[in-house]
């Protein structure tokens, strides 16, 4: 079956460094994408990684390695408004979305 | 990009009843998604609705409690069906991926009582 992996909760503090990680089993690949979701809005769009290597947006990074599954998304310099949900979802080879649970980020002062 | 309007945002029902819920997108896309996201949850495909076509429903979920209209590239409507307390979630539609991301709609929070 298909399968992705994020841990449900972290905690960090304001101005600190945190890292998401996801790993996934997909029956093909075609593209992992990061989204970020406050209570009771829908997911936005944070990162997209097709290729192995990092892509950098601002505060926010995004890795991908194809050989090992895995992915991680690196939120830097902290804001309280970071907190929310954070959704890892993979493109299968039918071209639809799988999505993992989703990691809550608590930020604290 | 695209933008998705959706509406209602929010409703509370009585159990038994129905609910239809609409999206409009700014642009011709072929497939619009329906997902559900229940408290504390991720997005649960229910159906793939093309437009010309029968909507294509996920395992788990049904024409005769789900159905979906496409009438046309740029609308759909979801309506959920003979409503249960179990039905209370966000019921989002969803555009994409294209190249590189989905687009949403705000969303619908419904709550049945």
């Known amino acids: 079956g298909q399968n992705i992996d994020q841990p449900t909760e972290m905690t960090a503090t304001e101005g600190a460094i945190v890292q998401i990680n996801c790993t996934y089993q997909t029956s093909g690949f075609n593209g992992l994408f990061w989204y970020q979701q406050h209570a009771g809005e829908a997911p936005t769009f944070l990162s997209y990684n097709v290729l192995d290597g990092l892509e950098e947006k601002g505060r926010f990074s995004s890795f991908l390695s194809r050989s090992k599954g895995y992915s991680y998304l690196l939120l830097k310099e902290l804001q309280m408004k970071d907190s929310a949900s954070y959704l890892c979802?993979?493109?299968?080879?039918?071209?639809?979305?799988?999505w993992g649970a989703g990691t809550k980020l608590i930020i604290k002062p | 990009s695209a933008v998705i309007s959706q509406k209602p945002s929010r409703d509370i029902c009585q159990r038994g009843t129905s609910l239809t819920i609409q999206c409009q997108v700014d642009?011709?896309?072929?497939?619009m998604f329906w997902y559900r996201q229940q408290p504390g949850q991720s997005l649960t495909l229910i159906a793939t609705?093309?437009?010309?076509?029968?909507?294509?429903?996920e395992s788990g979920f049904v024409i005769d409690k789900f159905p979906i209209s496409r009438p046309n590239l740029t609308f759909s409507t979801l309506t959920v069906s003979n409503m249960s307390p179990e039905d209370s979630s966000i019921y989002l539609c969803?555009?994409?991926?294209?190249?590189?991301?989905?687009?949403f709609g705000q969303g619908t929070r419904l709550t049945v009582v």
């Open positions: 979802a993979v493109r299968d080879s039918n071209y639809q979305l799988i």
């Open positions: 969803s555009v994409g991926p294209g190249d590189t991301e989905a687009f």
């Open positions: 642009s011709q896309v072929t497939m």
């Open positions: 609705a093309n437009q010309g076509s029968e909507a294509t429903y």
